[in-house]
Structure formats: C-alpha cells, structure tokens
C-alpha cells in the first residue's frame, strides 16, 4: 500500500461508479473503434453537453488530446502561443513539435495565465515568409498554477485570437474543476465564451483513462480522426472509454468528482493558514494548494505523504487533491506537520 | 447486444481475470508513469519471460507499440522493408512516417510473409547519400494474413539482417497466437532467434488495453521512453496496464487464451470445409480463417454476424476467433450457412 | 579536366546565355526574397508560358520542388502514388516522408511509367480511418527510364485522379525534353492535359541552379512560400535565380537546351545501335540511352568516360546526354568501343 | 538600378573574385554531388583553416546550415536552448521545428547574447520523461543584434554547455565579421573555445550562395550527408559551390570582405553619431548600425535607401553594410539625413 498522495491527480484510482460502468461493458462482442451505438450515443451526450453545435472525439490520453486539438487545426508553418508553465511547453516532452513540425511561443506570466496584453507585442502583423504564421492561443483552465480564468478573461482571449485570425485552445485537462470553481457550466466556459477547440479531461477525475476533445468549429476539424489513428491514439475497444465517459457525465459525476477535490483543496489551504511556517503562494481556486515551508520539514512530511517539490530555490511545494481525496488524508497530514512545529 | 462476431480479435471484451486484477489494483493512491512497484514487478516479469536480456516497456496500443519499436532503433534518412500487407504499411493511418519521418519499402508477398530471397534484390549495398539507409527488417508473427514463420525462417531473416548492418523487428499483436500454434515458448521465438525488438501484444487477447515493448538490444533503446512521451503512449496511471499484464503472465493466461481462439479458429475451418461452396483460402495457423463462399450469402450472413470482406474481387471474408469465441457461436455460424445452402 | 561525361545532365555546366544573365544581374543592390522586378518579371513570364491560370514558385533544387509541390498539396495522414522508379521514391533519400510525414505507395511499373489499370487496384474507395487516404499521382515526365508519357496518357491519368479525388503531380526536373520529345508545348502538356502542379527543371538544362514549381491549382497552395522557407528553398538573393530563368525562358533557350540533348541521344543510340554486342533496351525518347553490354567493356570505357551502371544483373549502363553534349564526344566514345570489339 | 541599400547584406551580390571562380569552374563536364576534386579540395582547406580536427559540409542557405547542423546532433525529444532573438527562433519560419521535431528554449537577452547565467535556472537536471531533453545551446556570432561574444564569453558557455551534458552550435552566418571585429582567428574563435558546430557564412559576405558547416565532433555527425540529401541541401553541381569557397579562402577574401562591410559600419556610426536627432542604440561591432531617428525622417529616407525598422514602437532601424558598401553610400545617406535636419 502507497502513503497518502497529494503528488497529482494521476495517483487516485478509478472511480467505482466508471468501473462499474466498466464491468458492464464488458459483455459479448462489439464493432471496434468507436463504431457502436454507446460510442455514438456518448458522443451525442457529450455535444449536447458542450451546446450542440461541437463534434466530440474520445481519446486516450491528455497529452494526445493537446497534440490531436493543434495538429487538427494548424500547418507546421504556424505557431502556437501559450504561456512558459504550459504542460504542452513543459511536460509533454515536445509532443506537439514531433506531431506537427510547428512552434510554440512561450510567453512569460506571473500566474500561468496568458492575457491580450502579454500576447499582443508578440503578433507579427504581417505575413512575412520569414514567420512561423500564428494561429493558435492556447491556454490551461483551470492552469498548471491552480489558477483560473473568468469568463470575462476567456472571452477577451478568443476574441483577441478572432481579431487577429486565430483560433482559442483550452487544455482542459482540469476543465471540470474549472466549471466547479466558477460554479457555471461546460457550454458557458467554452463555446460561450469563443472557444475553438476544447480538451475535456477524465483520467484526472475519476476515470481510468479517456480524455475528449470538443471542436467548435467542426468544418475545420473534418480530418481529425485520420490524425487521431497517425498519432497513436485510436482505441480499438472504444466502447470501454465511451463506458467510462457515460458514467461519467451521468448525474454529473465529472462536477461531482471536481467540487470534492475542490472543496478538499480549500479544507487543506484552511488546515495549512493556520500552521505559522507555510505560507500559501497561489490562491486556491480548484485542486491545487501551493505554499512554501521549511526546508527540513519537506523530506520527513514525504517519507509519510506523497507530493513533490514546485520550485526548489523557494521551498515551495505543490499539494494535490483529487476525487479520492479524504479529510482524514488532510487531518494526518495537519498532524504530521504538527508534529513539526 | 452485438451479434456473434468473427469480425475481429477486437471485437472482444475484456477476460475477467483481467478484470479482477484491475479491481485489485483500484485501491488507494499509486504513483503514476510507472515508478510503482507492480509495474516494476511486471517488467521484470517480462524480462525474464523474454530470457532475461532485454528490457521490456508498456505501451498503450498496438500501432503505438510499433512505431515506438521503429522510432527508438532509426533515424528519419533510415529504410524500414515490410511485406505490402503489412499493418505499419496498410492499417496505421501513416503513423510510421508521421513518426519517424523514415521510408517504408514494402515488398509484395503471397502469404504476409517475407523471406531472405525476396528482401536481397531490393538492398543497396552502397552508403550512397540518395538513398534512405535500410536498418529495420520488419515482419508481423503471425501475419495480417494468419500465416506464420517457422523458428527456422525467422532466424534466416534475423541472420540476414544482421549480415546486412540491419535489425529485426517482429509486430507481435498476436505473438501470443503465433507461440501457441507453433508449440514453442516466447523466448524460443524471440531471442531465441534473434529477434531485435518485438512487440507483444494484448489488447487483441484479452486485456482491455496495453502491449509491451521488448528490446533485445537495449544498449540502441535507452532513448525509448522519451519517444514513448513524445509519441503519446506514456500513460499515466501506469498501475492499471501493470495489472492487467501481471493477470496476463499469471498462469500463462497469454498463452491460454490464444490456444482457446486458435482451436476455435480450427474447429471453425473443420466445419467451414464440410460446406462444398465454401474453399478456405489460407492454410489456417492461428485464429483466423480467410475463406471464399457465394457472393449472394455474404450479406445475408452478416444480417447475423460480425465479420469482413477481406477482397471484395474473390469474395473472400476473414472470420476472426478470439479467447472469448465458444464453441455454440461457430454452431451458429455453421448452422445459418446451412439454412443458405 | 574531367573525360567526358554520359553519366549525367548534372555533370554538365552553365549555359553560357545563362551565365551572362547572372553577370548583368550582379549590379549594385537589390531587395532579397523575391521582392525584386526582375523575379515579378520572371514569375509573370512563367505564368504566361503555362497559360496564365497559374502561379509559379522559384526554388533552389529538383527535390526541394519535389518536396514542396506535394507539401503544399498535402496532410500528413495523405498517401502519394508514384512509380516504384520515382525519383522521390527512390533517389531523395526521403525527403518527401520526412518534409509531408505522408506515406508513399510505390506501383512496379514495367518502364517508369503508372496507369489508371495500374493504380485502379490500390484505391481504397472509402474513407476509412486506418488508411492513408490518397491524394496525390506522381509522376515523372520524361520518366527515370528516359519514356514518356503521350499527352493522352497525361489525360487520363489526371482524370483518373480527379475522378477518385486525387490530384496529378508531375515531377518535370526533364520536361523541357519530354515537351521537345513530343514535339509540344509546356501548356499543352500541363494545363492543357489538367495537371495540378508540375516543376519546371532548370538544373539539369543548363541552369548553374534553379527549378520553378508552376501550381494550377493556386488556390490550394496559397502556403507555398511558408514551405518553401520552412523546407530550406527560399532563397535569400533571388535575382540571380530570376536572371537564370530570364535567360532560360529568352528565345525558347530551355528548349533549344533539351532539343540538342535529345537530338545527341538519339544519334549515340543510332550509333551504337550498329554495334551488334550492344543492346539498346528502352526506346529512347529523351535524353537518354539505356544499353546492355559485354561485361568487360563496362571498367575499360568508364576508365574514359563517365557514366554509370543501371543495372548491374543485367549489364546494363545508362548514357546521358545533355545540352553541352557534343556530336565528337559520341565519336570518341564509339571509336572507343569499336576498338573494344 | 536599384538606390542604395542598407537594408541586409542579402542585398549585395557576388564579389567579382567569386564570380570569376564560378566562370572558371564552368568548363567541360564534372561528378556532381561533390564527387569531384574541387570539392574534396575546398573540404580540405576548410578542414585546415579550422584546425585540422574537424569536418567540412558545404550547403546551400544558411537556414539550412543550421537546420542541419542540429538535426545532425540531436533526436525530436531533445530541446535547444537559444535566444528569443536568434534566426532559428523567428525568422525561420520553424524550420528546425519542421525538420528536426525538436523543441526550441528560447530566452530573453537584452542583447542577443546568451550567457550560463541566464541558461542556469532553465536546465532541468534531472533526466524525467515528461520534459524535452536539454541537448544543445546554440548562438550566434555575430548576434542578430550585432553584438559579439568575446572568446571568454565563448569559452564559458563551451564549458558550461559540456559540464551539462549538451552542445554548443555556433551560427556562424555573419562569423566571418565577428572574426574581423575581434581580430582573432577562425580557429581560434571556434575550436579555440571549445564549439562543437559551427556555420561559415558565404552568402552575406559575396559569395552568390553557399555556406560551410563545421563539425568539431565528427564521430557524431557522420549522418550529415543523409540529413543533407532528405532535408534539401544537397547541391547536385556542388563543383559551383565549390569554386566559390575556393575564392572565398584564397588570400582570405572573407576576411577582407568582413573587415570592410565592418569598417563601413564604423564609418557609418561615426558620422551618423554627428547628428544630435540620432541615437545609436547598439554598441557597433561589425556591419549593423541600429538607431533612433525622428519618425518623419524615416519614410522620407526609405524613399531613397532600402532599409528596415526593426522596432517599431522605439523607431528604430537597422543600417547594414556589406562588403559593397562603399564611402560613398555612406555620403549619400548622410547628406539625405542632414537635408532633413
């Protein structure tokens, strides 16, 4: 048996109502790579959910969801901005340049957040052969900082990215706890707010693995499924992640695993205000609780609890919590910092 | 519920040995990307399965396998020679070029197979900077087309391209069939051969998803596990695939279910023979049958059963057995082509 | 001094016409890129040759054309039908898979040369997700084998591919020779047989370096000159391969280049059509001689002469004029195998 | 006739020695592809001017000199680390993303000028899966910027770049004015400080085209010439490029060329630091002058000189001199300005 983990989200399991869900699936035969009814009823499900006028694809992992939702909508000729804490400029191990040939253009910011402003000295207005041609903002809802964008800031995002004759990416690895963060909903944080293309996460919340991408702009996106099978994220058995997805937007389980791991977040930022050493570094808005401690007490909290270290020049470290998350997880780990003091 | 399918290996389920060992594994916090002790546990396992000189990796999906198999062992000026009716050359959308960015020469064969005599015309002996450098002899056990390579012809091709400066690669979607039908044992027809990197398969045997990677030459693959990142195959919750994988060696549950579908596939070929209209087309080694029938009775079977024409000109259809075919499915089968004849 | 060369239009050097384009062009400054008159100028000239319903691309080499006529037309998940002979298949060490990503899918043909009745059987009629989906003929006029395409069969192998949604490509690194072969026009036999996009070889007709992409399908390759920087063909003083192509195109010079280096092929094949141990074993149309020979003559007249074995089995060379090809250099080498005789 | 141009050293054109090694390398017939003796000799001669412990590659653009000068090092996951402001980062058109799948690290500099102090926080150092792999820094001397790096600078980040595992790749389009501008050698500015792979720029400084890559590691860039072939930077009548070099080594002519364009910039400064309107912006090192002048002047003057602004908010222009400039350009321009004043 592991310790405790506030290491990441990817540490929690499988929620039972998606394996049940998986256990009923799994009967007799069935067509293979999407062509069954659950497949198409989910995908149904999913485009009502996201306002009707989408195209939703299933996919197997988050990263595939990030490379499949540009290379769908960009040459290698263009470029892709998105800010220097991006998971597709950080931890996807140049998953997007190996797939598309194209550049990102990581922008500096202060919380993980891109703004018109940040962006706006970097848009070369011309269309100068000599130029990676920009066509892409993509940004994290909720960020890799545990931040988030209103509404307000998503939509002057899009409609900075029309304006200037790009198109809105939202990594939502974490859109869920986004939508339970701002307490609204999917079509209001993604279509009604401009977005072109839109990855909606599981593996993170609950399921075991199965990310969907929704395309707001379908007649652009017509070609995606030849690149979902060139770039190794096709499954055959389709029907188990259209299982999964179906419990998971039933009775809401997606809102219902992000405010859990919400609220827990915010239970933990509480316990840890209280402790004098920590300081909390970033306003906890969804499933992440950043805050710096003293040194000496990091190794010994993570012989007990798993979770790593952010920034190591400021002693900061990142506590995650997720659907499985408990209070008593949070109460031994106020005790074991406790025990510190 | 689907109807009987001889459509293929994917049509089938999940084994439910597999399936307990996911339920076992969905307890508590794990860490992710496979720094866990059951995943640990699993590719040692695998190690000494494949006669403990190689390294093993776990993957996502079969076309994932195969291009991470090629991308670890060339580089993008490199030649990969494949039989024309390969699956890196037929049935993967391009994800191999996609990937790598290397050229596939394939060479027409009349069984799926390629041989030293066919292969020899088609090298360049020179270095020549025209050229793409051939590097990879890359060949499917057992064939897309059911047939299989002796112990004996797989080493003439592993031998003939070592002699040639290059490696032998073995898609093993269906290694598993290929050892049951040939009475030997995975090491025996892997490095026992000389076999430089193989894939072995599962998802077509019973588990919901996962393959592993076995690299003989794991001095050439230390990079492998950036590409598998890079080309979307890490998966994050690594534990599941581990599981799974340990239900899957526990007992030889590999090996029973692929003796289970190539009997079925056997049985089925002795009825389908009794039938005068129909001719079995390809001598049949594992699980599938590739037979021809009257053109008229082919929709009107698959009113009833799942499978596919496999060449619309010779009205031949492949029927694919798989662990979970049983015996009153083919009865089936065998009794609505009576009702036909 | 080298000997004399039949080994290949690439041995041969610059036109002195062109040569003089290039010295008036070297006068004082002048815009880079192709931002300059001379480059409009040469570009609109282009355009009228091929009929005006077109738009011309100047780059650096015959494969980087190549690479950027099928790129701009292209996705990654496209496949390219070409000649199993095809220049791009066989002698650009893959540049087209490792520019596109895209797959080939080379046809044996018995003289460089593809058919509806050949390609007919390689079409996959749907539009499955496994499959590249293809788009692309290309061809190669002259062939590598030194045939030609009659404009009838240009015709119907355009209508073939914009019958099945495909395009017609035609590598033209020849087609100055092909078009003085056919006694033709360059319109006649591009447009005017419907064509999408074609390269107009300089290089091997005595140009120092150049070719022209012509695009008669403008509106498809508006991307052109991203892939052109992006692919390492743009290049930076662009007058001087403007100047080039101003000579080129001058009082009909490509023509009269690729006139004489037919002509000069015609009578080395007449010549050597007179000694009994050689065999001429394709028809010679081009510029090119194919012949088999006693074996030992071959390391005797290569002492002399420069060219190259085609087919080693066979003893067959191939003999290559060019527009600096002179009536005495065919005297030379015949008096130099009669004495082998 | 073009007006003068202070807009980019791809505005000159060929020297008159340089042209005149191209007229006497036109005669007879030669190997091409570099199979020829001019070539080996020029390689040979680079070898030599670069220490001896090297090896030479001659390509066609400088893009592609670098292109391939780190595709030749590196596999698609690795990163390179350069500055916001380097050729390969913007005016590239993401071609190093294009060919090599790699990711680009930009980092901002206030002058063009990396050094390990601003690459130290960047480096991840450990060897995690998730994250591209640090394996080249890559400058350029001189900067876009028209700064230099000292041979101590140099020096550091050589080591710095090697204590870490990496590379360093020096861009050498404009090497040949830095060698000027420091009076140093070509040896000593590249071997001397411990660089693994350096471009020799010809384009810019009077040759028509044509660029040098050196390799210090040629244990590890044995592929270069596949890499040049599949990436479009082989020259089939490399005997041009050859002869070209071949002057451009003779009696140094690069380096008199450099030191001229170089003087003509100081030149330039000083008598455009005798107007109080304008400010020089960047220290002048070699043949760029960047200044600030009055918004109105600039049109007036770009009416009749080329040149370009290079930031527009800061009204500032780059003034660029080349090996043609001459005093009296120099003159005109300033008699312009003072008629403005």
């Known amino acids: ?62 990263t595939g969801a990030n490379v499949l939702s540009l290379q769908a909508l960009i040459d290698s000729f263009n470029a892709i901005i998105c800010a220097e804490s991006a998971h597709i400029n950080v931890d996807e191990c140049g998953a997007v340049q190996k797939g598309t040939g194209a550049r990102l253009t ?38 890799e900082y545990g931040t988030l964008y209103t509404l307000e800031e998503l939509k002057a995002l899009a409609d900075f990215a029309h304006a200037h004759n790009m198109l809105l990416h939202i990594d939502g690895a974490r859109l869920a706890n986004a939508v339970a963060a701002l307490d ?15 990855s909606f996460g599981g593996t993170k919340n609950g399921l075991l693995f199965g990310e969907a991408i929704i395309s707001f702009v379908p007649e652009l996106t017509t070609n995606m499924r030849f690149y979902r099978k060139q770039l190794n994220q096709l499954y055959s058995k389709m029907r188990f992640i259209a299982a999964q997805f ?27 205000a209280e402790i004098p050493q920590i300081r909390i570094t970033q306003k906890v808005y969804v499933n992440s609780v950043f805050v710096t401690m003293p040194p ?26 997720s659907f499985n998350t408990l209070e008593e997880h949070i109460d031994e780990l106020i005790a074991a910092i406790r025990e510190l003091m």
């Not at 999917?186 to 839109?198: H, S």
């Not at 419990?247 to 977040?265: D, P």
């Not at 990091?298 to 020049?313: G, K, S």
Request: net charge negative.
């Open 246 to 272: 179906e419990a998971y937007l039933n009775k809401e389980l997606w809102l219902e695993n992000a405010r859990h791991a919400n609220a827990m977040a915010q239970l933990l930022a509480e316990r840890l």
């Open 296 to 321: 000496a007490w990091i190794p010994v909290l993570q012989d007990r609890f798993m979770f790593y270290t952010w920034d190591e020049a400021r002693n900061e470290v990142r506590l995650m919590c």
């Open 184 to 198: 609204t909903s999917l079509v209001e944080m993604t279509m009604g707010v401009g977005a072109d293309i839109v």
């Open 106 to 143: 990581p922008i500096k910011t202060p919380d993980g957040k891109l703004t018109p402003e940040l962006i706006a000295p970097r848009l070369m207005g011309d269309r100068d052969q000599h130029h990676s041609q920009f066509k892409i903002i993509s940004i994290s809802q909720s960020t």
């Open 1 to 62: 048996m592991f310790p405790i983990s506030f290491g990441s989200d990817n540490h929690s399991g499988i929620h039972y109502t998606v394996f049940s869900a998986l256990q009923k699936a799994n009967v007799g035969f069935c067509p293979a790579y999407g062509d069954d009814p659950l497949t198409q009823s989910v995908l149904s499900q999913l485009n009502a959910l996201f306002g009707g006028a989408c195209e939703a694809f299933l996919v197997m992992t988050g």
